[in-house]
């Protein structure tokens, strides 16, 4: 080895700024495209985890009032015709179908139970939406960020020995650089895509979960009004 080239190579900066600053435009485009999409996707998983917590309260809060005994009638007069929470909206919808179906008369117009039953699950589908919101990103994050970053390596590998053919100098010093530059971009694509895989599977078993409860108050709610219909 020439004894030149270790006091050039701990000569350079190899922090990730200055890894950056020397870096290909393709190459330094990937790294800021997969630095955003870091962001944006921890962004996503923050605002899911506020929203799940809160989505799972208001639906411990409303099961409580509405298995304390409370008449529905009026339970639904004091939500009101604007509910705001995901399980207020679930059982508005069912009892406003509920009042729709009965006649001046106090009869009940016949399909009564197909009807409200649809209407739930068309507020079911509504929040299960909404839950779910986002999270094709993370997937998409998760499944395409190694391969940008990969394009990224390969471009600047690419650069880094058209470097050495110019120079005709294959030292260290002369390698090192490009190599590392190369690298970091690999290292940027998994950072991103690591953190969405993990999330985007946790966060859909959360949401399925959250649906899964709106799906069971729905049922259990459609077999009372079904009771009613039966008396």
Same mark, same amino acid.
């Given at each position: #080895?020439?004894?030149?080239?270790?006091?050039?190579?701990?000569?350079?900066d190899?922090? #990730?700024?200055?890894?950056?600053?020397?870096?290909?435009?393709?190459?330094?485009?990937? #790294?800021?495209?997969?630095?955003?999409?870091?962001?944006?996707?921890?962004?996503?998983?923050?605002?899911?985890?506020?929203?799940?917590?809160?989505?799972?309260?208001?639906?411990?809060?409303?099961?409580?009032?509405?298995?304390?005994?409370?008449?529905?009638?009026?339970?639904?007069?004091?939500?009101?015709?604007?509910?705001?929470?995901?399980? *207020?909206?679930?059982?508005?919808?069912g #009892?406003?179908?509920?009042r729709?179906?009965?006649?001046?008369?106090?009869?009940?117009?016949?399909?009564?139970?197909?009807?409200?039953?649809?209407?739930? &699950?068309?507020?079911?589908?509504?929040?299960?939406?909404?839950?779910?919101?986002?999270?094709?990103?993370?997937?998409?994050?998760?499944?395409?960020?190694?391969?940008?970053?990969?394009?990224?390596?390969?471009?600047?590998?690419?650069?880094?020995?058209?470097?050495?053919?110019?120079s005709?100098?294959?030292?260290?010093?002369?390698?090192?650089?490009?190599?590392?530059?190369?690298?970091?971009?690999?290292?940027?694509?998994?950072?991103a895509?690591?953190?969405?895989?993990?999330?985007?599977?946790?966060l859909?078993?959360?949401?399925?979960?959250?649906?899964?409860?709106?799906?069971?108050?729905? &049922? *259990?709610?459609?077999?009372?009004?079904?009771?009613?219909?039966?008396?």
């Amino acid at each position: #080895m020439d004894t030149t080239t270790l006091p050039n190579a701990q000569a350079l900066d190899f922090s #990730m700024l200055a890894l950056f600053g020397r870096a290909t435009t393709i190459v330094q485009i990937v #790294m800021i495209l997969l630095i955003i999409a870091s962001f944006w996707s921890w962004a996503i998983i923050i605002q899911k985890h506020i929203a799940y917590r809160k989505a799972r309260g208001e639906a411990t809060i409303f099961d409580r009032s509405f298995w304390s005994g409370e008449p529905l009638d009026e339970l639904f007069e004091k939500i009101g015709s604007q509910p705001e929470g995901p399980s *207020e909206k679930i059982f508005a919808s069912g #009892m406003l179908e509920w009042r729709r179906s009965h006649r001046q008369d106090g009869g009940l117009i016949a399909g009564a139970q197909a009807r409200i039953d649809r209407s739930m &699950d068309v507020a079911i589908a509504k929040e299960s939406e909404w839950l779910n919101a986002g999270l094709s990103f993370l997937a998409t994050v998760g499944s395409t960020a190694p391969f940008v970053g990969l394009f990224g390596t390969v471009w600047g590998i690419k650069h880094a020995f058209e470097e050495i053919a110019i120079s005709q100098n294959t030292n260290l010093a002369v390698v090192a650089p490009g190599i590392a530059e190369a690298l970091l971009s690999t290292g940027l694509g998994l950072l991103a895509a690591i953190p969405a895989v993990i999330f985007y599977n946790k966060l859909s078993a959360d949401s399925d979960k959250i649906v899964s409860g709106y799906e069971a108050f729905a &049922d *259990e709610f459609a077999t009372i009004l079904s009771r009613q219909l039966d008396a």
